[in-house]
């Protein structure tokens, strides 16, 4: 797999994309996604092997320009607790608009899908939970960074059952999952060294 070039590849997934929002996965066929990227049905199997292989990298190019906007969120905020407010609200204000998300979380077309975001995540999940500590490390050194993976897989993970399953405004959500993480990042920590208040 990984036989086509950037621009290629890009197109590929666009066009898979959109024809998974508006048909759902059970109506993605492969020879459509490769007449709408102008290339040969062969040169989408060479590129994901077949059609699940596909939506997984769709929905894994959906989650890394996730990933990049929750870079500049937690890029804003020096205080920890309020970077991770802000992370938590732009993930449940951004998934409320996001067509691909939607369609994988109501099933439509088929829940085939669901897995991706729920029992077969693990590649999500760890590129999530990967992502926010590294970024976490670069602002506060001192934090042990298990103690941050931990943390951070348990906030993914509370973030993305609150998208499928909303059970309050985002802001109440983040203030509880910040909380949450402040809290265990504090209790794991000298007392005397705190990151931020658990308000």
Partial sequence: ???????????????????????????????????????????????????????????IRDNDHYLD??????????????????????????????????????????????PLLTTQAEPLLFTARARLTEHALRHWPHLDRAVLAEVADAAVRLTMSHIMLPSGPPEHVARSVARMVTGHVIAAENPGDTVGSAR
């Fill in 69 to 114: 906007g929750i870079d500049r969120v937690l890029s804003e905020h020096a205080d920890l607790f309020d970077a991770v407010v802000a992370a938590v609200r732009y993930t449940l204000e951004t998934s409320a608009d996001d067509q691909l998300k939607k369609a994988v979380l109501t099933g439509a077309g088929g829940e085939e899908l669901l």
């Fill in 1 to 59: 797999m990984g036989t086509a070039d950037r621009p290629v590849r890009e197109a590929l997934l666009d066009a898979a994309a959109a024809l998974l929002v508006e048909r759902g996965y059970r109506g993605l066929r492969m020879q459509d996604v490769a007449s709408a990227a102008g290339v040969s049905r062969q040169t989408v199997y060479n590129e994901f092997g077949d059609k699940w292989g596909l939506a997984q990298a769709v929905v």
